[in-house]
């Protein structure tokens, strides 16, 4: 499969637990994109990265939220300290972003997070 | 900040109905995309609207973009229950910000057969 992967689907979490997913785009595609989901809204942009930079955070993207992507391939989103409120579900999207704007985003899966 | 609108909310159609969601931006976009969502699924990529009055077709799907480029419309005609999901649009402002998508609510489509 050379689509989006996103790891893991889905995540039970105590509030206050840390969690961690994963997301592995598309091979030569250079940005990755973090949106968050809620039930019955669209995706909400969060940051996002071309290579390895991280170029824009959403402000909703609080202090207990880092993203990374050290090689300009995966990344990861850490969420620290859980709420309740970051259930959701978190999608990650790659482009092959060349500086215009008509690239294409390709939705990975989506990582499902409970908190409890 | 950007805003993207859309309606209905929700469209229940008999199968063979056509169907049109309709999309407003507060701002001036550079481009709008249309995506479809699954139950259970993720956003799919549709089609891409750039230029102002742009009008494409997909089969019996039919995309235009507004003169001012803030508004845009889907339209499927001849609806199936194929055609069930979310669809959302999605605008992109440009600047320095080129991938920054903002989505709309999204319109909910069920098709009773």
């Known amino acids: 499969d050379t689509g989006v992967s996103q790891d893991p689907r889905h995540k039970i979490t105590k509030r206050g637990q840390n969690v961690t997913f994963r997301c592995d785009p598309i091979?030569?595609?250079?940005?990755l994109y973090w949106y968050r989901q809620t039930l019955g809204q669209g995706p909400e942009f969060l940051t996002y990265f071309q290579n390895e930079a991280q170029l824009e955070k959403s402000r909703l993207l609080s202090d207990r939220f880092s993203a990374e992507r050290p090689k300009g391939s995966f990344s990861t989103l850490e969420i620290q300290r859980t709420e309740q409120g970051d259930s959701a579900m978190y999608l990650c999207?790659?482009?092959?972003?060349?500086?215009?704007?008509?690239?294409?985003?390709?939705f990975g899966p989506g990582t499902r997070l409970l908190v409890l | 900040g950007q805003q993207v609108m859309q309606i209905p909310q929700y469209q229940h159609v008999q199968e063979g109905e056509d169907f049109t969601t309709y999309c407003n931006s507060s701002t001036t976009l550079s481009n709008i995309q249309w995506y479809k969502q699954r139950p259970g699924g993720h956003p799919v990529f549709l089609i891409q609207?750039?230029?102002?009055?742009e009008v494409k077709k997909q089969k019996r799907l039919t995309f235009q973009f507004g003169e001012a480029k803030k508004n845009s419309s889907l339209h499927i005609t001849a609806t199936q229950t194929t055609d069930v999901g979310t669809y959302f649009c999605?605008?992109?402002?440009?600047?320095?910000?080129?991938?920054?998508?903002?989505f709309g609510q999204g319109t909910i489509l069920t098709v009773h057969p």
């Open positions: 091979s030569e595609h250079n940005r």
């Open positions: 999207a790659s482009s092959l972003g060349q500086g215009t704007y008509q690239e294409t985003q390709y």
């Open positions: 609207l750039v230029k102002s009055g």
């Open positions: 999605a605008g992109l402002t440009g600047g320095t910000s080129y991938g920054k998508l903002t």
